[in-house]
């Protein structure tokens, strides 16, 4: 696995490797993430396959801006309430994805439908907003780690996961040990009803 700095050449080889349809990992304000382009389904199906996910449980979408969410997905009021107070930071918002969007949060199959909803998230650390405003695209963003395995936190954890399975990471973008943070707060607002999926370091109360 390449280990690159978080220089802006070590940017300028991460987005020429997204770009390339390969998988990076790199820091985001929760804990390390991993990275492709969410418009390749090639590359999304290789993320799929080195973290051994399964390919029913969709991944989330990392923006440059919310103004840049409001192309993919079907904004509404709340999520325009939930956006202003607490982005860019660790909340993630389930919305109904546009019609007509190519966006893959899984990989293409005859088994699973595709989603039609799709996790957004508009991170606060400077190096996912970065890497997302560099390469001009939404990029996935999930948890460094092996499928069921805990989230990671430094590089030598990534490696310690990644490294003695045959699919391996493209490049790993170094930005030292992370604090160990709680993960994103995830809010579903696809349906009717309001729901907190899991409760991270952002706290919400939902509106009845």
Not at 79 to 99: C, N, V
Not at 167 to 173: A, K, M, P, V
Request: net charge neutral; hydrophobic share 40%.
């Amino acid at each position: 696995m390449n280990v690159v700095p978080a220089t802006l050449t070590g940017i300028a080889r991460a987005i020429h490797v997204l770009k390339e349809g390969g998988v990076i990992a790199h820091a985001t304000e929760t804990c390390y993430s991993l990275a492709c382009d969410l418009t390749n389904p090639e590359a999304v199906a290789r993320l799929f396959t080195i973290k051994q996910r399964p390919i029913d449980q969709p991944i989330s979408a990392l923006f440059s801006s919310i103004e840049e969410m409001k192309r993919y997905v079907v904004w509404n009021s709340r999520a325009d309430d939930l956006a202003k107070q607490y982005l860019p930071g660790p909340l993630t918002l389930i919305l109904p994805l546009k019609k007509n969007v190519s966006l893959y949060s899984t990989p293409l199959s005859s088994l699973v439908p595709r989603p039609s909803n799709l996790g957004i998230r508009f991170s606060s650390h400077p190096i996912a907003q970065t890497l997302v405003k560099t390469f001009g695209a939404p990029i996935s963003t999930t948890s460094a780690n092996i499928h069921g395995k805990p989230e990671t936190f430094s590089v030598q954890e990534i490696v310690e996961q990644f490294s003695m399975q045959k699919n391996q990471l493209d490049l790993i973008f170094e930005s030292g040990v992370l604090p160990h943070a709680l993960p994103s707060t995830i809010v579903d607002l696809s349906g009717l009803e309001e729901k907190v999926l899991r409760m991270g370091t952002i706290i919400i109360e939902t509106i009845p």
